[in-house]
């Protein structure tokens, strides 16, 4: 896990930038606020994922890949999950704007 310590960045897409989904747009400022903000330094693999909610979302399949197809909701039961089930910090889920530990 890494520490983000607070601050305010610009998160999104912008319009020249091509390959974006709808819900990147538009560009906005976001605040990390807390004390205790960390989020993890790699991308869950799909084993990882699969240990925890004992599903794949993902359309490629492969244990070393990264999860892909979850969404805001997934990720949130995901991190509730890690956090009362596994004590290795490696397995907490982190996905796009927040901290969900």
Sequence with gaps: MVYVESGTFQMGC??????CFVHEKPVHGVTVSSFYFYISKYEITQLQWRTIMDNNP???KADNYPVTNVNYNDA???????ARSLSEPEFCLIFWDFLLY
């Design 14 to 19: 912008t319009d020249e930038q091509n390959n």
């Design 58 to 60: 993902s359309e490629k």
């Design 76 to 82: 949130g039961n995901d991190a509730r999950v890690s």
